[in-house]
């Protein structure tokens, strides 16, 4: 049996010492998207403008956060008043976990 030192001084000799570590993107979970949507209500006002919006879908790496804040108020702004509010926050999250944003 080897043991780990013998094994890691075997593999630098034969030029294996680069290990490739391969990353692997992981989705966020609804908490976590519920918790970085609450924390962009920049104003404390309980809604999410759709400036607001556009700021939380650039950080989620969006490459048109204009357009997914656009297409979020669609989706989630269910009384139409241009805003998400607290109510309507779940509508968001479902819409944000269905485009698939990782954590990178």
């Known amino acids: ?3 780990l030192p013998t ?5 630098v000799a034969n030029g294996c010492h680069k290990a490739k570590i391969k990353t692997v993107p992981m989705p966020y979970t609804e908490a976590q ?10 104003n404390g006002d309980g809604h999410l403008s759709r400036q607001e919006l556009r ?6 790496g969006s490459s048109a956060p204009g ?5 979020a108020l669609c989706h989630a702004d269910k009384n139409g ?3 998400i509010s607290e109510a309507e ?5 479902r819409y944000a976990l269905k485009h698939g944003y990782t954590i990178n």
Do not use: E
Not at 7 to 11: A, E, G, L, M, P
Not at 67 to 71: G, L, N, Q, S
């Open 81 to 83: 008043d241009g805003y």
């Open 89 to 93: 926050l779940d509508n968001l999250v």
């Open 67 to 71: 357009w997914r804040a656009f297409r």
């Open 33 to 42: 998207l519920m918790g970085m949507f609450r924390r962009f209500d920049a």
């Open 55 to 60: 700021n939380a879908f650039s950080t989620l």
């Open 1 to 3: 049996m080897w043991h």
């Open 7 to 11: 094994i890691c001084q075997k593999n």
